[in-house]
């Protein structure tokens, strides 16, 4: 461990700190054995509520809580946000420091510069990323195309079904909660005629005897979805009016709704 855990020896209930690696895993316990419940991304705050030795509970700004070692964080830079880069992924190093890697969705450390791919200006991502339905459809189906399956996973390098619908609208400037669950509540009901559905409605589907909420999709229009699903290994896009294909039908079997969250649905 760096000296003075990289400026936050002392975080306690209260205190903001950042994510200083690619991606830190929150764990459901304060161990490292623990199952992985969701993941924060380089230079993402997060706000401690506990600690325990090197482990803090902390929430994240999505509001989901869990816990993370002090080895993947750092006192927040003091560059405001309107003056960092965010990777839609990159390569970018610091001076005299090897470069690394940073997934879509990461900030870049004020000193970072990128050596490959791309990193946009905070204050342009309003413009490449706009509150549109077919614009949401297409960075879900480009961006994330190939992702495996990963539980807890908010990124193109891994994902689970809601990471990927919370890591795409937030590209859009639209924040949703984490979990598949939680999304359900969000928005209006949109229906259940799925070939009617407008790109960037969300689908929802239970496995479960009480129909709570355990997968969620992304309308594309035409009765297709994109998600992320265990059953495919990661990411699909699905025709869910092909009565020819098996899994489609037992997913089709198992919808519970829709939800529209931009107002005028496109």
Known sequence: M??????????????????????APLHAEA???????????????MTVLERKD??????????YEGWVHVGYLEAPPAVPASGRLVSLGCTAGRPGAEPRMLPLGA??????????????????????????????ARTATERFAGTSYQWGGITPWGADCSG??????ALHGVGLPRDAWQQALEGRDAGRDLASLAPADLLFFSDRADCRVTHVGIALGGARMVHLAL???GWAVERLD???????????????GARRLLPDGR
């Open 231 to 233: 059953g495919r290994g």
């Open 164 to 169: 990927l619908v919370q890591s795409t609208f």
């Open 2 to 23: 760096t000296a003075e855990f990289r400026g936050i020896r002392d975080a306690g209930a209260g205190h903001q700190v950042a994510v200083r690696v690619p991606v």
């Open 107 to 136: 900030w870049l450390a004020p000193e970072e510069r990128v050596t490959a791919g791309e990193a946009i200006a905070a204050e342009a991502m309003a413009r490449r990323f706009p509150r549109d339905g077919a614009a949401i």
């Open 54 to 63: 090197e482990w803090l509970r902390a929430r994240g700004e999505d509001g």
């Open 31 to 45: 161990r490292v054995s623990s199952p992985q419940v969701s993941q924060r991304l380089a230079g993402h705050l």
């Open 242 to 256: 092909d009565a020819r294909d098996g899994y489609v039908q037992a997913l089709v079997g198992r919808f519970t």
